[in-house]
């Protein structure tokens, strides 16, 4: 299984960035993903994940501002960040089963 990010960059305080994370190999689009980042503190911090059922789960950090999504069609899985603060500079992870990682795309909000 391999994972690749995109979508990163720098953005300014309120604005908004689609990350997207391409899958190929061995993947089942019901198996749990997920989206992780890693700060300036090196602490990785679970920000989205779906579920085998499909359900979505935010931390308080981001629910409201974050929604994760999948496109199997497209073997592609997505995390919509809007109003996105400078606490949210990070470097960011896709996961598949917490077992699979990305490279990581780092995002940079600025004031």
């Known amino acids: 299984v391999q994972l690749a990010e995109s979508g990163g960059g720098p953005v300014q305080a309120g604005g908004s960035l689609r990350l997207a994370c391409v899958m190929s190999?061995?993947?089942?689009?019901?198996?749990?993903m997920a989206w992780y980042r890693q700060g300036s503190d090196n602490i990785r911090e679970k920000v989205a994940v779906?579920?085998?059922?499909?359900?979505?789960e935010y931390p308080d950090s981001v629910r409201g501002r974050f929604t994760i999504s999948r496109d199997p069609t497209s073997k592609t899985l997505y995390l919509q960040m809007d109003d996105l603060r400078p606490e949210d500079t990070a470097v960011y992870y896709c996961?598949?089963?917490?077992?699979?990682w990305g490279q990581g795309t780092q995002v940079t909000v600025s004031t």
């Open positions: 996961s598949y089963r917490d077992r699979y």
């Open positions: 190999g061995r993947v089942f689009w019901l198996d749990s």
């Open positions: 779906i579920s085998t059922s499909g359900s979505k």
